[in-house]
């Protein structure tokens, strides 16, 4: 009887074993093709929770597969070091950010040490360590010579708990991501990212990368590409004023009924009269508090103040009134529409709110021309009244014949002119030609996509290396004078401020141009700068004179597999990618993005199947496990709980399988080494054989696809298989099935595949073998052939899997067509089965 295995000794003499040896440390020097395997680095929260583990322990499985495929394989860890809970931290707590950071950071790496992970630590970086955001520093200069950085004032997210900015993707269902404040606006001199210089690289680029469909269409939403048409709409009695307008349907151009500007518009004071002007001010205050996710929300009841001017429709000559609302932003588009209520839901909507025509101008493809939906007058006035507008319309019509929705599919312009009748695609080309050839319009493109607002009025970031000099202006701190320190006893107060506003040896410098007073930057960048580019670090993150070895970055770059969460789909992943084209553009990287191949991981669920939570109580501390189980037991548990991508709750019980599993390895390879199992009489050789090249061509399938679940179920099967062969078979072949197993285990479970690899007799570690290949020759069932007879007559052969069962092969005696034949109306009495041979159905006729 094997000895009983302990995995915590084993684990620790192991863990010990690879720190000494520097087996997992990665020179590019090696002759292997390179592969660059790289998991989302953690935050630097203090403790590593359960969905830590879930996110590292299958992705480091898989780097380990694939470096026992042959691949030379990098696999590096660091941490994302700088944001707002550090500096909370030392407002609650009284401890300074770096203090509070590189504690957790000793902490998690004591943690990530017991997952047994392949980890390269001699290229470990931390995002807030100087050396590093050294560089942060080097990079905005650089985007700065090329226009690519710039201020601007500009309306901002503002979350007044937080104190701070917060980017639009920071600011989910109008409240703070991370403390769940309601956001308001404030215009701000803010630092930009001109990320949208590159959102058509951004666009095209998502076809040659190997990304889940759900991220790129996530990117391409949120870029947000529009092809349409800019026009101009003369002012009403104003020769000098005109209103550029952008519309992805310029066929519903001449159902325009009003104009609405967005309240921050540049042309509302040109345009408001004067006894709208306290309504005007007022509702343009009611809007600045509002964020833009409410402004767009479709919930939400529309509001407007109407500015006392006119524009005319240039497709028509009508005047219509002009307005201002807060469901149009001024930094989509122009800042201002043309509104068509019959045929945009938001216009329709409006337009009922406040009583103005609605003319429908689109009919649908299958409706007779002749027919037109109800609508008639409403809100007791007449089309006249309200701009001479026709009152049909077309669209969702309620009970009492009055539309409730907009018709906003394609079809056929109607009470159009000289468009009537062509379909809504070629009427749109036709009226965008008739406007060029006015001069008053041509054809654009537009993006939903905005600069990246990258000022943050925190401390515990990295500071933006510029000086305000009131003779030279805004000047760029010189590149021998990085890095910008933050000041090391900068205080906290509980102001709400950043520390760097009234930190005047910080603030207080000279300016590096003419070298009279100046002022630093007090902002600080947004943490997604960070990790923008920290996979170009990894590389070779003691290079002290470049962001990045270029060299060592050509060899590496671009990442093959890269590995997180879905929720970065629209920051880090589209931030990285334009910062990686932005580098290519300036001739720094050869290549254009950074990530060849996405994975999505899920989300582990608490017992309860919720989210955890410290609050719901359902929190699963990964160490208790860990020190009572061991390391490997864990890991294979998340990668057997579900699909990965999909993720799924903790089960107590469930783990407990996963460790019998381990045990169950283990005593099954111990008692072959020890003489215990084979009897060397061979009798199951074969079988022995087939299992393993089936197990092996399985197990390498699932673990490509990141299918560890069915990966580790065909684990267990082939392991209840060969226990139940226990004995029957020769040394050598048992033997070899025992390292295949081993083999085959070695990237799930690290620790004790590589005891056992040594109790095996092998002196090198498991991790440095071959993958284990499989014979499809080998894998498929060998066949007979087996005699169906009905009343001892033949009547049907048929060939099976030689091992068919007893059931097998009457079943499908009695499922054969051409035994059926003679079975018609008779009744079965019995049914004998020779093995190997022949199944003979006795049958007789009442």
């Known amino acids: 009887m094997a000895e009983r295995y302990e995995p915590r000794q084993v684990e620790r003499r192991w863990q010990e074993e690879w720190e000494r040896s520097g087996i997992y440390r990665v020179d590019e020097r090696s002759d292997a093709p390179k592969y660059y395997a790289l ?48 500096e909370e931290a030392a407002i609650n707590h009284g401890v300074h950010p770096y203090v509070w950071t590189m504690n957790n950071i000793r902490r998690m790496e004591e943690q990530l040490r017991t997952i047994g992970a392949m980890y390269d630590w001699s290229r470990e970086i931390a995002t807030c360590a100087p050396e590093y955001y050294r560089w942060n520093q080097w990079l905005f200069l650089k985007f700065f010579e090329r226009g690519l950085a710039y201020r601007a004032k500009a309306p901002a997210n503002w979350c007044p708990h937080c104190q701070t900015v917060l980017a639009n993707e920071q600011v989910i269902g109008g409240r703070c991501e991370r403390c769940d404040t309601l956001v308001t606006r404030r215009d701000l001199e803010q630092w930009f990212f001109r990320i949208t210089a590159f959102a058509e690289q951004l666009l095209d680029d998502l076809d040659e990368i190997d990304w889940p469909e759900r991220v790129k269409t996530m990117q391409r939403n949120w870029i947000g590409k ?38 921050e518009h540049p042309l509302v004071d040109e345009l408001l009269a004067a006894d709208r002007v306290s309504d005007v001010r007022e509702y343009q205050e009611q809007a600045r508090r509002a964020t833009e996710i409410e402004r767009l929300s479709t919930e939400r009841e529309k509001t407007g103040v109407f500015l006392g ?231 070779n993150p003691r290079v002290d004179d470049a962001p990045f070895d270029r060299r060592a970055v050509e060899h590496w770059m671009p990442v093959d597999q890269y590995l997180g969460g879905v929720e970065h789909a629209v920051m880090h992943l589209l931030y990285a990618r334009f910062f990686i084209k932005a580098l290519h553009d300036m001739g720094l990287v050869s290549f254009k993005e950074p990530f060849s191949r996405l994975f999505n991981q899920g989300i582990i669920l608490g017992p309860d199947g919720h989210r955890m939570s410290k609050s719901r109580g359902n929190v699963v501390n990964p160490d208790d496990y860990v020190q009572r189980m061991g390391a490997d ?79 580790l179920a065909k684990l267990m099967e082939a392991t209840n298989s060969l226990v139940r062969l226990r004995g029957q078979a020769s040394k050598r072949i048992w033997r070899e099935a025992s390292e295949r197993l081993v083999l085959l285990l070695a990237p799930s479970a690290p620790h004790l595949t590589e005891e056992l690899w040594h109790r095996l007799g092998h002196q ?53 067509p051409r035994v059926q034949a003679h079975l018609d109306g008779a009744t079965v009495r019995q049914v004998v089965y020779v093995p190997g041979r022949l199944v003979n159905i006795v049958a007789s006729r009442a």
């Open 309 to 539: 001017a006119e524009a005319v429709n240039p497709a028509g000559g009508e005047r219509v009134p002009i307005w201002i609302a807060d469901y149009v932003l001024a930094s989509y588009g122009t800042g201002a529409i043309m509104a068509v209520p019959a045929h945009d839901q938001r216009d329709f909507e409006f337009a009922q709110q406040f009583g103005l025509p609605i003319r429908a101008v689109i009919r649908p493809p299958d409706r007779d021309a002749g027919t037109r939906a109800a609508g008639g007058e409403r809100n007791g006035t007449t089309p006249a009244e309200r701009g001479g507008a026709s009152p049909s319309t077309e669209g969702t019509v309620g009970s009492e014949g009055v539309p409730i929705a907009a018709y906003v599919d394609s079809g056929v312009m109607v009470n159009s002119g000289q468009f009537d009748g062509l379909p809504s695609d070629v009427g749109m080309e036709r009226v965008a030609d008739w406007f060029e050839a006015l001069g008053i319009g041509e054809r654009t493109v537009n993006y939903r996509l905005r600069d990246w607002l990258i000022s943050r009025q925190r401390y515990w970031g990295t500071p933006i290396p510029v000086v305000y000099c009131p003779t030279c202006g805004i000047v760029p701190v010189p590149e021998d004078q990085l890095p910008v320190l933050l000041p090391e006893d900068a205080e906290f107060r509980p102001t709400g401020l950043s520390p760097l506003t009234y930190y005047e040896a910080f603030v207080e410098t000279t300016c590096p141009r003419c070298g009279g007073p100046g002022r630093r930057e007090t902002d600080t960048m947004d943490t997604f700068v960070d990790s923008s580019w920290y996979m170009l670090r990894y590389c």
């Open 226 to 263: 529009s092809h349409g048409a800019e026009f101009r709409l003369k002012v009403a009695g104003r020769d000098d004023l005109e209103i550029p307008v952008f519309t992805t349907r310029l066929d519903t151009v001449f159902g325009m009924t009003y104009v609405v500007l967005a309240p």
């Open 764 to 816: 090198q570690s498991v991790h440095l073998q071959s993958w284990p290949g499989y014979d499809e020759a080998l894998i498929a069932e060998p066949m007979i052939t087996l005699v169906i007879q009905v009343n001892s007559r033949v009547r049907d052969k048929l060939e099976v899997p030689a091992d068919i069962s007893e059931e097998g092969a009457r079943r499908l005696a009695q499922e054969s």
């Open 633 to 711: 037991t864990v890991r294979c548990y998340l990668m057997f709980i579900a699909p990965w991508d999909s993720g799924g709750p903790w089960s107590p019980q469930g783990i407990s399988g996963v460790e019998a599993f381990l045990h169950r390895v283990w005593g099954l390879v111990l008692d072959g080494v020890a003489g215990n199992a084979p009897n060397d009489h061979g009798s199951a050789d074969e079988r022995i054989v087939r299992l393993m090249h089936k197990m092996s061509k399985g197990v390498t399938e699932d673990i490509e696809r990141f299918r560890f679940n069915t990966m």
């Open 39 to 86: 998991n989302m680095f953690p935050y630097t929260s203090g403790d590593l929770h359960i969905g830590h583990w879930y996110h590292f322990g299958p992705a480091d499985s898989h780097a380990r597969y694939k470096r026992m495929r042959g691949y030379n394989v990098l696999e590096p860890i660091g941490f994302d070091a700088f944001g707002l809970p550090a």
